[in-house]
């Protein structure tokens, strides 16, 4: 471990010496360190609530005052299984089965709380000071739905103490970023148990900027030659044993659909659920399923005619909506989802090919954020595991797909790691992994090399010789997923979006009532020259009209007072570009708008 995991987990073991000195009763399952800080689960009676958190902070306090030492030791399965039998602690009995023999079973302790534990830690608890409880959540048992739900207490650590208040700063403004909240402040999108959870409602706001991004890249797809298809929401399980999907994700994939006269053919032969499923995979069954990929299907239409080397490459896009079973527990708003849309493109080209569309691929993705104003990125290069099962194909054109991404890379001039075992099961990939704006990473763009596909589904194109080659594959997809792009997005801007993304661009603004005919005279023209906009015409105030644009984020405001109407003026108040600001002739001042919608400017 790293001094920061060992200290994050020693916090960790703290807050169960400080909630087993509370609550006795309490059977402890794990509590490891995490990325930001650290968990505990706990099976209680009790509900913990916020003023528990206090309190068991305040214990963990004392903890730090008496100074405990971390003590090592090292045990019999046998005086483990004893020792825990005893405590009544039937999780650690059951986390004891999960070590394998050949690897020593250890403790540490400190003070009264032993815990079973690999470690490290750090050597006394008066190292841990600057720490914090921060949440409450459900976890099921082992991450399985079908166990028993626990109660899992988030905390987080750090060396020191401005450190830790830098970090509960950034989580603040976290909060105020929150996609889930300002997209239903702002009316972007709606989770509705009704319709299923993950399954995102785009509402007519949220829809707007999902179009906007859309016209976005496909203006680009047009610059570089790619044609779009459309693919249906299911297909036959044959396609995905092909292509490898099924069985090998059906843990990350919704049951099969089978036919009716299937079903009853198969209720008849007393056929059991296991036994079904054994069927499914072999192949005795057939079915069908909500696609969880878009490629076999694209690589469907290249195959429905012939090629020539003439032909290549071949490129083709579509907005296509897929579907994964992600466990409730790991649902998030939009960034994670069970239906989500990519904008999903699939190359087929010759090797000689390879290097140049894979950099035309990558510039795409650099356009697509530089355009976002999103500067903060890293690059990583998923590459397999040699000593894993996970993947499928030749280790020759492996590593000749390695080696294509790994010279494209290098043309982007930007600093890129390497991490094997992240490739998906076909082929290695490029992603981008964003930084947003309070520090938390996301990767969104990703472009992958594929050898083993065309090779799955026997693809081939004449070549000069007048003879059949095997194409190579690149799958990319700029934004990755619309509605987890989306969620970012949303906490990126803070929900400021740009003129040319935001739902509503403009609201024109009256001083009093006797200016609403000629903002309704600026509101036509507004829209006859294609700007979103509204006017606000109650009978309040101005400055609560102020307030209202200013709360529901509208880029500019125009405003029309006795002086504007008698003049035919306007008066522009902007949140995104003060040196607009000014009374102006509605032509004018529609100039400026447009000159902001047409450059995407941020």
């Known amino acids: 471990m790293t001094p920061l995991q060992e200290l994050r987990h020693s916090a960790a073991h703290m807050m169960a010496t400080a909630v087993t000195r509370l609550f006795p ?19 209680l009676d009790h509900k913990f609530t916020a003023d528990d958190l206090k309190k068991i902070e305040g214990e963990m306090r004392k903890v730090v005052k008496e100074n405990q030492p971390f003590k090592r030791m090292e045990v019999t399965r046998e005086y483990a299984k004893n020792y825990f039998a005893e405590k009544n602690q039937s999780y650690k009995i059951e986390r004891l089965a999960d070590i394998p023999d050949d690897e020593a079973v250890t403790f540490y302790q400190n003070g009264e709380f032993i815990d079973l534990c690999a470690g490290t830690h750090v050597r006394y608890t008066k190292q841990v000071k600057a720490f914090k409880l921060l949440s409450i959540a459900g976890a099921y048992y082992r991450g399985d739905e079908k166990n028993k739900q626990l109660q ?288 938390r990473e996301w990767q969104l763009g990703t472009v992958q090399v594929d050898y083993n596909l065309p090779e799955r589904f026997d693809l081939t194109y004449i070549g000069a010789d007048n003879k059949p080659h095997r194409p190579v594959m690149i799958h990319r997809a700029p934004f990755g997923s619309m509605e987890r792009f989306c969620g970012v997005l949303i906490e990126h801007f803070g929900g400021n979006f740009p003129t040319w993304l935001a739902p509503e661009q403009v609201r024109v ?18 829209k006859n020259q294609n700007i979103r906009a509204t006017a606000d015409l109650h009978s309040d105030k101005f400055g609560a009209k102020i307030r209202r644009a200013e709360i529901n984020k509208i880029p500019h405001m125009i405003v029309v007072g006795a002086k504007e109407a008698e003049a035919g003026m306007v008066n522009i108040r902007s949140r995104v570009n003060k040196e607009i600001e000014g009374s102006y002739t509605l032509e004018v001042a529609i100039g400026f708008i447009k000159d902001e919608i047409k450059n995407r400017k941020l």
């Open 25 to 43: 009763d309490a059977k402890l399952d794990i509590g490891p360190p995490t990325d930001s800080g650290f968990y505990y689960d706990f099976d």
């Open 152 to 439: 899992r207490i988030y905390g987080t650590a750090f060396p020191k103490k401005d450190e830790l208040e830098n970090y509960l700063n950034q989580l603040e403004e976290a909060k105020k970023r929150d996609h889930r909240k300002l997209g239903k402040d702002l009316q972007l999108f709606h989770i509705d148990e009704a319709v299923g959870a993950g399954l995102v409602l785009w509402t007519p706001n949220g829809a707007i900027i999902r179009q906007e991004l859309q016209n976005f890249i496909s203006e680009e797809l047009q610059k570089q030659g790619y044609q779009q298809v459309f693919t249906p929401h299911i297909g036959k399980l044959g396609l995905y044993r092909t292509s490898g999907h099924f069985p090998y994700y059906k843990e990350s994939q919704f049951h099969p659909v089978i036919e009716t006269g299937e079903l009853d053919k198969l209720a008849t032969e007393g056929c059991s659920c296991s036994e079904l499923t054994n069927r499914l995979e072999s192949g005795e069954v057939d079915g069908y399923l909500l696609k969880p990929m878009n490629c076999p299907m694209h690589i469907k239409i290249f195959d429905s005619q012939p090629h020539s080397y003439r032909d290549m490459p071949v490129r083709l896009a579509e907005f296509g909506t897929v579907y994964r079973w992600e466990q409730s527990g790991e649902l998030s708003g939009m960034t994670r989802v069970r239906g989500f849309t990519q904008d999903d493109a699939h190359l087929f080209c010759t090797e000689d090919q390879l290097s140049g569309e894979i950099e035309g691929c990558l510039d795409l993705v650099k356009t697509v954020l530089t355009t976002l104003g999103i500067s903060e990125y890293r690059v990583r290069i998923g590459l397999r595991d040699p000593d894993s099962s996970k993947y499928t194909g030749d280790s020759v054109l492996w590593d000749k797909a390695e080696a294509a991404l790994r010279n494209a890379v290098q043309t982007l001039n930007v600093d890129y790691k390497e991490e094997p075992g992240e490739a998906a099961f076909y082929g290695p990939k490029i992603d981008f992994v964003v930084k947003d704006v309070i520090g």
């Open 509 to 526: 603004l009256t001083i009093t009532d006797k200016q609403n005919e000629f903002a309704q005279t600026v509101l036509t023209e507004l």
